[in-house]
């Protein structure tokens, strides 16, 4: 059994399964630079202060480091400082050490630890080449990024432009293992199995026969929510928008939705357990996002029998989008290709139809999937080190 150390930013909702997974395959101990508070939380875009319902550091061993920094944060490359992972890391003799990034300083302390220790470092990271501009900073990081990349041995990549990006940078492929990014499915689709979608909708006071168009997320500019309402504005079926989040845009998508007589529902900030029942109640999933190097929001409706519709600017359409069968994309911020596609799928639409195929499409984006993935770049990396 692998002795695997991880250096993480903090715990992340994400993460969780992942680490509770590689822990029954692996003796892992996992390291988080910072203890994140709800303040943190409300920080990044969430809107409110708040902590997550789920324990996300329950199933495997941790330790939060001291964090010297004089503003700690996540957010911040010099936000976690934590210089006492370097005797951690020669007195531990793991294995191998996966660092969860590369933007931030504790990381690279981690990393010029294992250099000096001649520790296996692997990372793990979901960096795209089609994020906002990066095209042009892509070309100007080509070199150094192509010089920083050759301190790692080895790479996980969650989707297929994570695969890109860095082949983009020189990796060779032998040193590239798939560790998708991935949400609890077996949670979600429990919780699901245990719900009635009427008694949903009466709860939150949504007509039953009404097609539910959803959207998750930070209600950001960057998000475009504002194109959904957009679209619905031009069409004349039986629909209703439902928003989940918080963030400076609603009061203007409040305003919109009211002077566009689209019928809106604001649902606010829902916590994880929250979840699975705004997925049920929902018809289709719309991220219309300017900028997503995924879109987990996906995954989870999903692994909840829901299609999705993902403007191109979302990183999972790649892989888990296919057209007509998992859901649907179209070129970001064209409200008239959104708006077709939700004419043809209203008029279409049996939830039947999706069901079944928008959750096998789901079932290689596991927690499972995840940590098997890292576990064979650990004995890839370890055989290297060894001469074997």
């Not at 943190?40 to 964090?67: M, P």
């Not at 531990?92 to 630890?113: C, E, H, P, R, T």
């Not at 990271?125 to 994020?131: A, M, R």
Request: glycine share 6%; net charge neutral; proline share 4%.
């Amino acid at each position: 059994m692998y002795k695997i150390g991880v250096i993480a930013s903090h715990p992340i909702q994400y993460q969780a399964p992942i680490f509770r997974e590689l822990n029954e395959r692996a003796e892992l101990l996992v390291y988080f630079a910072h203890r994140d508070t709800p303040e943190d939380q409300a920080s990044e875009g969430f809107g409110v202060a708040f902590k997550w319902d789920r324990d996300l550091t329950e199933g495997y061993d941790y330790r939060f480091l001291e964090n010297h920094s004089k503003k700690p944060s996540f957010s911040r490359f010099f936000g976690c400082i934590t210089p006492e992972i370097f005797t951690i890391i020669r007195e531990k003799n793991f294995d191998a050490v996966l660092v969860m990034g590369w933007n931030l300083y504790s990381y690279w302390q981690a990393v010029i630890a294992c250099k000096i220790t001649k520790t296996p470092v692997m990372v793990r990271g979901d960096s795209t080449l089609y994020t906002s501009r990066s095209r042009l900073r892509s070309l100007i990081k080509w070199l150094p990024y192509r010089l920083m990349f050759r301190l790692f041995d080895r790479f996980l990549y969650v989707g297929k432009n994570s695969k890109e990006y860095y082949e983009f940078y020189g990796v060779d492929k032998n040193r590239l293992f798939f560790s998708p990014h991935s949400v609890d499915n077996h949670w979600f689709r429990a919780k699901v199995m245990g719900l009635e979608k009427s008694k949903v909708r009466k709860k939150y006071g949504i007509d039953k026969d009404d097609f539910i168009i959803l959207c998750v997320g930070k209600l950001v500019k960057e998000k475009r929510p504002s194109d959904v309402i957009d679209a619905v504005s031009g069409l004349d079926r039986q629909c209703a928008i439902v928003y989940v989040g918080s963030g400076e845009e609603e009061p203007v998508l409040i305003e919109g939705s009211r002077a566009k007589g689209v019928r809106s529902y604001f649902l606010g900030f829902k916590n994880q357990t929250e979840m699975p029942e705004c997925y049920l109640l929902s018809d289709v999933l719309v991220l219309p996002s300017a900028s997503e190097t995924w879109g987990l929001v996906v995954n989870e409706a999903m692994a909840c029998g829901i299609p999705a519709i993902v403007s191109d600017a979302v990183g999972c359409a790649k892989d888990l989008v296919e057209e007509g069968v998992t859901g649907f994309s179209y070129p970001v911020a064209d409200v008239n290709a959104l708006r077709k596609i939700l004419s043809i799928l209203i008029d279409n639409y049996t939830p039947e139809q999706y069901f079944h195929s928008v959750q096998n499409r789901v079932m290689e984006y596991t927690p499972a999937h995840s940590s098997l993935g890292i576990l064979s770049a650990c004995k890839s990396v370890c055989h290297e080190y060894n001469g074997s």
